[in-house]
């Protein structure tokens, strides 16, 4: 009994001697939460999110959210991403383990590997009785949110997912690629339907634009925001804008999903921290990192109006092989270590490195001169402050529109761009100690981070399977052990 007494003293005078700002406030919390609100950072781990932190706070001059809040005053996990086809997952494969507790085969959506269909989470939700919605910055047919509600034996059957989702009527459905939605040759169709207009039919508002979502509110019938909402948005070819936003979309998301009281499940996917990872786009994963941080400040608020929510942060694998390590510059030989110079460095890059290399790769030249022409103006408006060593330079016009004349041959214009890039992304890396280890994904655990009522169950390092069953739980409203 003694031994308790001073245990709570020594508790007691711990936290009164913590600093005020690192103490959570202690308020009472439900036990399963009425609404839940999945935010996606696909392609992102733990390397990712210290590089947003430290970007947000050095650039930006602003906290960073995910780390700062949902890391640090709620609940934190790590989840390991295998499928059942090998150590390194595919976001379809990830997300059937995410969405339905099973493994299942890279490039399947939401079914075992015997062919049978898994019950998918926004199934389970709106068995339950709760609202659902779907929100990413890609496709809306893409893998993550595909796997999360519907069923496929590949994810790039597109046109069924699409008719899924006709057929399954989540509330709110927000993303690119309306091609899959209307008929051929406006569309990409072969049926000859305009699901636009089935979904219009079934009582869905349909935005198409930025200026449409944000009058979402002043053109609604009365009553405020609709029912249901489709929204089908242009895909923009950078990874640093993207209109509307991901956080103007879940805004967009949460009014309509919250005009009744029956709770909902809302996954919202920042696609752009992927695509960045994948083309080694260190200024687009920094501004894709940025924007998804908006988007969880979005989240965060609407939990202030409403206790009652639990706040999810997580990715489904990583991207890139991201490592931040000291570099040597090739002409001077100095080494470099990450930090201001080579953070403002990266803040002046002002186009996508796929973009870039489409540019240069597709630019029409007459000449070996004009082509280093229009290679050196590219670099001075949009790498400024960089300087291409000459090998990667050759590389680059080496792979340009003149081809290699001394054998002949020229590669495609995929292959073209690819080099393109990878030179860029090299030329980066060299000055600012970013490295990539790849252009695919790896097997680096992914960071889970909740808070909000529910969200002690996500602690500790766990299978993305245990994920499923945890947040199942937690919308069922069932103890788990």
Not at 311 to 331: F, K, M, N, P
Request: contains cysteine; glycine residues 8%.
């Amino acid at each position: 009994m003694r031994r308790g007494f001073f245990l709570a003293v020594a508790t007691a005078v711990c936290a009164a001697c913590a600093p005020a700002s690192k103490i959570a406030p202690a308020t009472p919390q439900a036990a399963f939460p009425k609404n839940v609100i999945v935010l996606f950072a696909d392609g992102t781990a733990s390397t990712q999110w210290e590089f947003g932190r430290y970007t947000s706070e050095h650039l930006r001059k602003r906290p960073f959210l995910v780390t700062d809040v949902v890391f640090r005053q709620g609940t934190l996990g790590l989840m390991s991403t295998c499928s059942a086809t090998g150590m390194v997952t595919d976001s379809a494969a990830a997300a059937t383990a995410m969405s339905t507790g099973e493994k299942t085969h890279n490039f399947m959506l939401s079914i075992a590997p015997d062919g049978k269909p898994l019950p998918t989470m926004m199934e389970t939700a709106k068995a339950a009785g709760l609202r659902t919605g779907l929100v990413t910055t890609t496709a809306i047919y893409d893998a993550s949110p595909a796997g999360f509600s519907v069923h496929a034996n590949d994810r790039r059957a597109f046109q069924t997912i699409v008719d899924q989702y006709r057929a399954f009527e989540p509330d709110v459905l927000m993303g690119g690629g309306a091609d899959y939605f209307l008929p051929s040759p406006v569309g990409k169709r072969n049926d000859g339907e305009d699901v636009i207009a089935a979904f219009t039919a079934k009582g869905y508002r349909v935005v198409q634009n930025a200026n449409d979502l944000a009058d979402l509110r002043v053109s609604s019938p009365p009553g405020g925001t609709p029912a249901r909402l489709l929204g089908l948005f242009p895909e923009s070819p950078q990874s640093f804008v993207d209109r509307p936003t991901v956080a103007e979309r879940e805004r967009a998301a949460l009014s309509v999903l919250s005009r009744d009281e029956r709770g909902f499940l809302l996954f919202v996917e920042n696609e752009s921290t992927d695509n960045a990872g994948h083309a080694n786009d260190i200024a687009g994963l920094m501004h894709a990192l940025w924007d998804f941080d908006d988007a969880v400040a979005v989240a965060l608020d609407f939990q202030k109006q409403h206790p009652d929510t639990l706040v999810i942060v997580t990715g489904d694998h990583e991207t890139g092989g991201l490592s931040v390590t000291t570099a040597r510059a090739a002409r001077s030989n100095a080494r470099i270590v990450p930090g201001e110079t080579e953070l403002r460095l990266i803040d002046r890059i002002s186009l996508s490195l796929e973009v870039a290399a489409d540019k240069i790769a597709s630019a029409p030249v007459t000449s070996a001169a004009s082509a280093a022409e229009t290679l050196d103006q590219l670099l001075a408006m949009h790498f400024p402050g960089f300087i291409l060593d000459a090998e990667l330079r050759r590389t680059i016009l080496e792979a340009g529109q003149l081809g290699d004349a001394g054998e002949g041959r020229r590669p495609d214009g995929r292959d073209r761009r690819d080099a393109v890039a990878t030179a860029l992304a090299r030329m980066v890396s060299r000055q600012t100690g970013f490295y990539w280890g790849t252009s695919g994904h790896t097997t680096e655990p992914v960071v889970v981070g909740a808070i909000g009522p529910g969200a002690g169950i996500f602690r500790g390092y766990q299978d993305n399977t245990e994920f499923a069953r945890h947040l199942r739980s937690l919308i069922t409203r069932r103890s788990v052990r």
